[in-house]
């Protein structure tokens, strides 16, 4: 880094995106994308936007919000809605507004939380996850401050029953409860119904995994109007036109194809529960997914050892170096080919062959 930088950010560690090799061929279940196109809807909704980009987006997304608030159902309206680039801004603005008393979350993660608490000057406490690598409710409930859990969480994929995601919100009015649902669609059930009951509860939500929008950024935050008016505070300070024209207009193609999107899903939960099985005759096992990626081990081998042997074989899976993950990979949910494709090279993996 230059000289120049600001001292805040000289000791700050990047959130490290999973590669984006150009190898020929390659299966790329690394980084939790959709297997399958995004819909023709989105693809022609936002051709017909891409010769009006000498105009400035509309800075209130106010037909993308709408569209959103009709798809969340509950009786939401626009007014509770806030549209981001990525679910990941969305985060971030809620890391600065809600920093105040502290945040917490479990140390097994998004591993986004730690880099943007650090980069809104927050003080924050990671809370370890329990033996089974579920979420510590009870810990996290005897925080002061904001508190975020990714529902289901990742890199784990469990799902956390809206139990107790209610009695979290309820525990402390005076706290500001995040829910990350980016993998709410492949078989869990979102807390957004519960936004018109507290003030104190913000749900995100991403196109880029169940839409099939990844590189369209585009996520949005569900909250009562005040919360949504303290997003917009910051989002007009920084950059009103956070959601170009093309991206809304794929947003709203992609909310007119709904069944599209569940046959979709539905296909990822399918090709889940194969590979959860199939792959315990070579001696791996799961922890229990309701997102679109397994996490998984074997017996034997080391997570890093199974990511070098499915790279060798042109599958590229994630691992992670960090104390309790070790022995996991992490492997997206492909469509049925690659499923295939993946089952026969963890047996041979798992044969040394
Ligand atoms: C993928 C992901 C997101 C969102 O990503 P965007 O592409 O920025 O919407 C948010 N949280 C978690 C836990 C994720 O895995």
Redesign the pocket.
Known sequence: MSEFLSKDYGSLVPYEPGEQPKIENLIKLN??ESPFPPSPRAIEEGEKELSRSRLYPDPENTRLREAIAEVVGNGIEKEEIFV????????FLAFNAFKDKGIAFPDI??G?YPVYARIAGATFREIPLKEDFTVDFEALKAQKGTVVI?NP???TGIFAPLSEIRDLVESDPNRIVVV????VDFGGESAAKFIKEYKNLLV??????SRSL?GA???FGIANEALIRDLNLLKYSINPYNVNRVTAAMGIGALKDEAYTRANCAAIEKNRERLAKEIQAFGFSSLPSK?NFLFVKHETLSGEEIYRSLRERKILVRYFDKERLRPFVRITIGNEEQTTSLIDALKAVAEGI
Request: glycine residues 12%; aromatic residues 12%; hydrophobic residues 30%.
């Open positions: 980084t939790n981001g680039n990525g679910s990941d801004e969305v985060l993660t998004y986004f990714a969480n990742a890199p990350d649902e980016a993998y995100t939500g991403t196109f880029s995994k990844a950024r585009l996520g997102a």
